[in-house]
């Protein structure tokens, strides 16, 4: 009883963009992929709900992009979650315990108490390798020497091969009284298991969660490995609501935050009274951002 | 830009018997109805879950049933999560705001501070006008006279009239420096309205939290109005996951709950030992109905 | 057995603010009011949380607010989760059915069906009486006239006091065969009361999501009566946890939201080359905000 | 600024029984604990939530109890929503991806991109090591032999030890440019960290779902491991919430579902029928179920 099964005739709305790619695996990392398995809604569902809250019409497309660009611009988020996805994905533990912190979603994840695990690992590639940045707990400074580099990765496909070995070993060992019963109980077998070992699992979500999802983990302070997932969720929210999508960059990704603070002194310069760091009410590095954002040509 | 549009091609699964009504209202009570706009997946997308969480693969329709059986009497309940509805639903107020404590939905209603509210309002049919229960603070007793339940009527219709005709006066009063402004502002217009006035909203939710939402609101202890919607629920669900849906009946909906006592009062009795209310242990509201339940003819 | 009976010793950590002002009503519109019954946590309580989470130091006061002030900015909202509040609230039900929407809370409402309710409505002052906005559907226009502002408010009191009047008959209907059963069912009786009968709660929810429904609804677009209500919630956040409320005026509440392109529109300005709506990508309502939070003297 | 400092005076409900053990580590496993930070309410509170909800007042513990008992038979449960525990919980990572499944709490974790994290891991006693279980994907059968549980051993620790070496020697890697950023990124640095270590983190839960989380997770069917802690947690709501306790244990913990076909199997058997599996309708696990639980002496 196949979930899904070719072409089907559906009274339900489709989105086109997804319909393209749906079950077809984007490829994430080394051995990590993405995988629309299912969808509900397009963007004309959006304005469909809002249209029934606020008694808002609409006629066109032109008028329908303004409605969703006013909804996300004034966090009228209920209507965003009309739409809802479930997608397969692949991606190493590590990832998904980052992942899993939003909780608003829908999940079925491979256990390892029924079934053997797949014995695939992340090995990073060098690019990656930094040193840690003193400033920034979270952060990466300038690249580990070759040298190192080529050591680390040393370290992490040795060090996975002899775990892998040693779960198989565990797994198999012989129960001389019944030999139906070979081997540890996988529930501890795979305690050992490393942070980099891949896992999948069926993730669904509805759009609203998903741009607060994308919204937190796009950003330059996630880690790059979850980013690199974002980022293709990112391009599939691009091809299943297209003006939702490019009101989320408008609005929120290439957005910001000003605090009140900011705001007195963006006024202020534009007033043609220019301050300092230490007049601005402004912290180091509220000012260093505020700076960036506007000033620099 | 029309949310559904008739026949569309889809790679998706779809769900034959919800296929048929998508779209079309079901009636409840005198003004209200249930629409399906939407929905993911069916009950192959639940195994498809099960399988991806428990390794546990199935190849025929009779597998998938006992499959979809053990996760229902488990409470393996996130592939269940797996499904989602989308409802368009007409109801009083007063339903809509028991139905709405179940949290975990999405939804979109009509904003009474943006439209003009239509006015039409929920009348009891005379059966349902009764005496208040002395036992059951939520229960009824035997039917009021045909005289009271007339007198209830028109004492329910002349007040909604009543007040209806005010919310359009409200709605008109003349704004003699602006006539483009006339009209006191929807959201005090409407603060009189009666909680029987209909009310519509669009609702979403995913199958599993759609069950817990019946299997509390179709027993016989949820208010009349609200069950004649969960009513119509269930047999969506029917139509849609027609697996899911004859293992909720037999292991939730017409199963029971027993407790330590009443489980060691049971053992007792087939032992052979019978036992009265006072020596059970089980309060009479207990004992009642387990005698209902197990022992009567 | 009390919930709470005067001066206990606890080991917890206290909020001195709001002991001060524990079980006390904060009187709201006509018959409203907010009960702070119980509390978990305070300002260090999450800077504890995040100290877990990110290895995060600090030694002082000033150090905690630094600390507050980042992850407010941040939106690392997690810390703001591990505090909590119980409140008991008193509002009209066109109220609660506005703040129910926010879903991450825990509810106790007292119920029609099991209780009489006291026949209490709010009437709203002649000053907020306004003619609806032709621009902004959720908005109010200039003031009814006099006479028209003691008509509306004539026509909601008597209609509740009738209405009223009818609930006490239909809950007194004599039952001629059973006198104790004597009434219209009160889950019948109560269907007629208008959205303006008051209603009491517990609601208890977490700082962080407090705060959110806050930002929601403290806006000049929130309806004057909820903001009533959040108004003085601002004020008990205030005393629970000064340092996080400070924040939150600073980030949240006196901050803003700046879309991609208002960004490049300040950058233009204030590199010297003004611009104007037609020019800015802005569209009128964008444009108006941007001059009247960044332009205006 | 400490979040708890000794004895306080506080005008909120306490727990005597919690009181006594607040903050006081209680050993979990090898290395790890539970340790209550903090908590909001007791049994009265959920009774006096519940006098909200349904006008039901009680007047000594004994009607408490009731109270107690009638609202957790009924799936009331929102009154146990309004009383909600803080713990400080030390688990391996394998416990803490089964525990975090549970999304209806908070949660602050112990960060290894901002932390080094310690290095300890979890080591199964030699008693936990048993072969799988041929019939029970997710079971044990007979325990290893004394040498392969030795074996078993020997490879968990060795493993664990040349791993946490390798984090150590690439947290260490000198940085020849900038000795103050030596090391690599300590979010790539643990990527190979085995699931056995050991974090930890901050967990709010209101009581609904701890009891909730705690009838999924103190079955025989969850793994040992993680039915450690719970079992330490039951003892904490023993001590928190008595009566909420001991109807937990009657009418959840030691209760059992019963399907409409059990019930009529059971119903058969009092009336003096006696069946078999095959004419019960019951498949071979069920009917095993019922047996056990009803019909052994």
Redesign the interface.
Known sequence: ??????????????AEGL?AC??KPFSVLDHGFVRVV????????I????R?????G?K??SE?A?LINYLM???HT??F??C?I?L?VKL???VA?QW??H??A??????????VLPTE??L?EAA???????RN??????S??PE?QE??QE??RT??V??FA?YA???A?P????A?????????A???????TYT???W?I?LHNLLHFLS?RLTP?A?YEIRTYTEVLLDIVKRWVPLTYAAF???RL??????????EV??R???GAPTTQEESGL?KR?WENLRR???D?
């Open positions: 009883m196949p979930e899904t099964s070719g072409s089907n005739i559906t009274q339900r709305a489709i319909e749906l079950g299912d969808y509900m809604g397009n963007d004309a569902a304005v469909q709900a809002a029934v809250s606020y008694g808002l609409t066109s497309v329908d303004g611009m004034n966090a209920s209507p979650e009309m809802e479930k397969h190493p533990i590590f315990r899993i912190r909780r608003m829908n999940v079925n994840e491979v256990s390892g108490r029924y079934s690992h992340y990073p990656q390798l930094c040193y840690q940045s003193a707990k979270q952060g990466k400074s300038t580990l020497s190192q050591q680390v370290m992490l060090d996975a002899q775990i040693h070993e565990m797994l060992l129960n001389a009284e019944n139906s019963e070979n081997g540890l109980t996988r529930e501890l795979r305690i050992n298991l490393p942070l980099s999948e699992w069926y669904k509805d937190l302070h880690q960059v408008e609005h290439e957005g910001a935050r000003l605090s009140k603070t900011a705001i963006i006024r310069i534009i007033a912290n509220e954002a506007f000033l040509v």
